[in-house]
C-alpha cells in the first residue's frame, strides 16, 4: 500500500483501468527531468497484452521498465521490458500496480484485489480493489524502494544497478512543493468522473445494457441472451483466467412427460414469465441469468462459494415448487448443477452437460469439481 498514511479507497476495476492510464501518459510525456524507471503488476498476461504498444514506448524512453505477472517465466513481452513471474499464491499476485518516477516527478497506484464486485456494465469493471493514488514523488519513492526489495532476488544485476540508479538521482534532490495542487485538481476530476459513470449504470443508460430487459418478467433479474453473457463476462473483450472465482449454476426447468392438459390456465407465455421470476428471485444486483433455451437457464454468481451456490440452488428449486400455488395442474421438474470457477472463458458447456446429467440420473443438484468442471458429483 501506498506509505502515506492515508486511508486505503475502495476501487473499481474501472477507476484502476482510468488511474493507470494516467500515469502511463505522464510516463510517456517528453520532460527533461532525469532517468524514468516504471513498475507494474499486471496480475495476468492478457492484461498486460493490453497495454503492449504503451510499455514498448515507456521502455524505449525511460532509464528501466519491470513488469509482473503470474508465470514463472513471462514469455512475449513488449521489447524492452523486463519482466517477473509472480507465484500465484504470493501477494505480489493480487496486486494492479503502476509507478513511475523520475528525480523531479512520481506517480503511483497500488491496488489489491479484493475478488469482489459491484453492479457494473461487465463483470471486470466492477471488480473491486482496496488501493491509493497520488501523484506525489516521494510516494512513488517508497512505492519503487518497495517494489524493488520485493522483486530483488528476481532481477537480473543490471535492471537492479539501473533501478538504483535512479532512486540515487531521486534522493540527490528534493520533491517539488506544489505537487498537492496538481493531485487536488485531479481527485476532483477523477471523483466527477466516478459519479458521473455510476450515475450512467444507475438510470440503466450504460451501453451494452440495452436489450437486458427481454424475456424478464415484472420484478424480476432481466436476463441475458448467450451473446449478451459473452460480453458481459468479457469474452469478447480483456479478461483473464485467475482472478475473480465465479459461481454458476446450470438449470433446467421441464414439464413432466404426461402433465395435464392446460384447462382454464393462464397462457403458456404467462407461464413461462413466472419460471423466469423463479428461476432470478434469489440474485443479488451483481449476478446475472442467460437463458440458453425455452428450459434451460444459467445463473452467474460472482465472488460466491460453493456452498453459498449450493444454498442459491436449493432456493431456486423452492422458488419453482412454489408456483403449484398459482399452477396447480402442472409439477414443474428441476434440476441443477454447481461450480466454482476463476476460467475465462467460463466453462459453459461443462455446466450444461452436468445439468443434463442430473436430469438423466434424477439428481435435483449436481456439483462439478472444482475448476476443472470435470466430473459431476451428486449432492444430497
Not at 24 to 43: K, S
Not at 141 to 170: F, K
Not at 171 to 180: K, N, S, V
Amino acid at each position: 500500500m501506498l506509505h502515506s498514511g492515508r486511508i486505503p479507497e475502495l476501487l473499481t476495476k474501472r477507476s484502476l483501468v482510468s488511474v493507470s492510464h494516467a500515469i502511463e501518459r505522464a510516463a510517456l510525456a517528453t520532460a527533461e527531468d532525469g532517468p524514468l524507471v516504471v513498475v507494474a503488476l499486471f496480475q495476468r498476461m492478457p492484461y498486460l497484452d493490453r497495454e503492449r504498444s504503451v510499455y514498448e514506448r515507456i521502455a524505449a524512453s525511460g532509464a528501466v521498465t519491470v513488469v509482473g505477472v503470474v508465470g514463472q517465466h513471462p514469455v512475449g513481452l513488449p521489447d524492452g521490458v523486463h519482466g517477473v513471474g509472480l507465484d500465484e499464491d504470493e501477494d505480489l499476485a493480487r496486486e494492479w500496480s503502476v509507478v513511475a518516477l523520475t528525480p523531479r516527478f512520481g506517480a503511483a497506484l497500488v491496488a489489491y484485489d479484493r475478488a469482489e464486485v459491484e453492479p457494473a456494465v461487465t463483470l471486470e469493471s466492477g471488480r473491486l480493489f482496496d488501493g491509493r493514488w497520488g501523484f506525489r514523488r516521494d510516494e512513488a519513492l517508497h512505492e519503487v524502494v518497495r517494489l524493488r526489495d520485493r522483486l530483488a532476488d528476481r532481477l537480473p544485476d543490471s535492471v537492479r544497478a539501473a533501478v538504483d540508479d535512479v532512486l540515487a538521482r531521486v534522493c540527490d534532490l528534493p520533491a517539488t512543493p506544489g505537487e498537492a495542487r496538481g493531485e487536488a485538481a485531479l481527485r476532483l476530476m477523477f471523483s466527477h468522473a466516478e459519479r458521473a459513470a455510476r450515475a450512467r449504470w444507475t438510470a440503466g443508460r450504460e451501453p451494452g445494457e440495452r436489450g437486458r430487459e427481454a424475456g424478464a418478467a415484472e420484478g424480476s433479474t432481466p436476463l441475458l441472451d448467450e451473446p449478451g453473457m459473452r460480453r458481459w463476462t468479457g469474452a469478447e473483450g480483456i479478461t483473464a483466467s485467475g482472478t475473480l472465482p465465479v459461481a454458476l449454476i446450470g438449470i433446467r426447468v421441464d414439464e413432466p412427460p404426461g402433465s395435464p392438459e392446460r384447462f382454464g390456465r393462464r397462457s403458456a407465455a404467462r407461464e413461462a414469465q413466472a419460471v423466469i421470476g423463479a428461476v432470478t428471485a434469489p440474485l443479488r444486483l451483481v449476478d446475472r441469468a442467460v437463458r440458453l433455451s425455452d428450459q434451460e437457464y444459467l445463473l452467474i454468481l460472482p465472488a460466491l462459494t460453493e456452498e453459498q451456490a449450493v444454498t442459491v440452488a436449493g432456493q431456486v428449486h423452492e422458488a419453482v415448487a412454489g408456483l403449484a400455488r398459482s399452477y396447480p395442474f402442472v409439477a414443474f421438474a428441476v434440476h441443477a448443477a454447481v461450480t466454482v470457477t476463476a476460467r475465462r472463458p467460463l466453462p459453459v458447456a461443462d455446466v450444461r452437460h452436468a445439468v443434463g446429467w442430473a436430469v438423466q440420473e434424477g439428481v435435483p443438484v449436481a456439483r462439478l469439481a472444482p475448476e476443472t468442471a470435470a466430473a459431476e458429483v451428486p449432492v444430497g
